[in-house]
């Protein structure tokens, strides 16, 4: 005697909001490889601060040299910078 075979059902529909009903919210400015730019620049300023010889202190020398190369590199390969020229927003 062949088994029984049941119809296919699909699962109930659940109610998704309208389009116009989502809130959008704010994502990082992402760039290379999905990565937001202030984990970029925290790398930077660390390359930076190791071809420095790792020195104590001043450590916005490394984090502001490495905004203003992230900045130079974004302006250069076209990508547009956030809203007033910020590099992170």
């Known amino acids: 005697m062949p088994a029984q075979v049941q119809p296919l ?16 919210q704010p994502k990082p ?8 730019r202030h984990e ?7 390359q930076h601060w190791e071809t420095r010889g790792s020195p104590l202190g001043s450590p ?11 900045r130079a590199y974004l302006l250069a390969s076209g990508i547009e910078l956030g809203p007033d020229e910020d590099l992170y927003s």
Do not use: C, H, N
Request: net charge negative.
């Open 29 to 36: 400015l992402t760039d290379f490889y999905g990565e937001d």
């Open 60 to 70: 916005e020398i490394d984090w502001f040299a490495a905004e203003k190369a992230m």
């Open 40 to 46: 970029l620049v925290q790398k930077l300023a660390y």
């Open 9 to 24: 059902t699909k699962p109930p529909r659940t109610e998704q909001p309208r389009s116009e009903d989502r809130v959008q």
